[in-house]
């Protein structure tokens, strides 16, 4: 019981960072390869403020989350006022990635590859559910609005959307913001929950992982790679006795995914009461006419 509570635990701390991914790529149609640097940063900030000077947990979550949000404005200026193509883009937070990697293995206050160990260890299955809840709905309510819609306008059709007076550099500028926000609480709440980081945890791997949720679970959609998120760290534990093999399923899952679903498995669409109903009403006649 405890093995699977600590995998759903994971899950939904990436879940947090699948959300502003989902905002990035998902919403603003950018790419990027370079988000686990976010993640690491806000680990690392919020690690050192517990660790070192002792902060309160819930305000040293914050504070690590505005730090990865203000480097993502520094990064973010550059790159994206430079206006390159989004797989351009992508090939650059890459690099910004590895960058941030070698930097946190080379300071002394982050204590270089050793990492941190005995980082207090606050977050509980409330923590983390909360966190998430809060997340889902402030992205909600984001993607719900003017901010939002002009993400999806630039998403669509950026040329056309800046005929319309759409500001491109501001629209995109902004959601790598606060991508890198919610990525960053994610690794707040990962360092404190395994009182252990390192460089070494903040790979291409880690990236690739956010953005095959997001890509996979659909598009435009932010349940869709909720679910996504689920299934890709579950699936691969049902099948570790198969060792190595466990990561051939896993890319075989992606592959079929982009094959028979092209639009993800949530694509444009979203999981409401509503059709949670629809699906019980037609489960419940299917069950029915079994029965008779």
């Not at 520094?74 to 193509?85: A, D, E, F, R, S």
């Not at 953005?211 to 579950?234: D, E, K, N, W």
């Amino acid at each position: 019981m405890e093995y699977f509570k600590t995998i759903f635990i994971v899950a939904s701390i990436n879940v947090v960072a699948v959300i502003g991914m989902t905002i990035f790529t998902g919403f603003t149609g950018l790419f990027s390869f370079g988000h686990a640097a976010f993640i690491a940063i806000g680990a690392y900030g919020a690690a050192i403020l517990t660790y070192f000077y002792h902060f309160p947990f819930v305000l040293a979550l914050v504070l690590g989350s505005m730090l990865a949000g203000l480097v993502s404005l520094l990064i973010g200026y550059p790159t994206i006022k430079g206006n390159l193509g989004s797989d351009y883009l992508a090939v650059a937070l890459l690099g910004f990635g590895e960058a941030v990697r070698v930097i946190l293995e080379n300071l002394k206050i982050t204590q270089g590859a050793r990492g941190l160990p005995g980082i207090r260890i606050c977050c509980t299955v409330p923590v983390i559910i909360i966190a998430m809840i809060i997340a889902i709905l402030v992205a909600k309510h984001l993607v719900l609005s003017k901010y939002g819609r002009r993400m999806v306008e630039v998403r669509e059709d950026a040329v056309a959307a800046e005929m319309l007076g759409v500001p491109l550099f501001k629209t995109k500028y902004f959601s790598f913001f606060i991508s890198a926000l919610f990525c960053g609480l994610s690794g707040g709440l990962l360092a404190h929950y395994y009182g252990f980081i390192q460089p070494a945890m903040f790979t291409l791997d880690q990236s690739t992982q956010i953005l095959a949720s997001v890509v996979c679970g659909g598009i435009g959609s932010l349940t869709g790679p909720i679910i996504a998120t689920y299934i890709f760290v579950f699936v691969p534990e049902i099948f570790r006795f198969a060792k190595l093999w466990r990561l051939v399923f896993y890319g075989s899952a992606l592959v079929l995914t982009m094959i028979f679903r092209p639009s993800g498995l949530m694509g444009y669409r979203e999981i409401s009461f509503n059709s949670l109903a629809t699906i019980h009403k037609q489960l419940s006649r299917l069950f029915n006419k079994i029965v008779s």
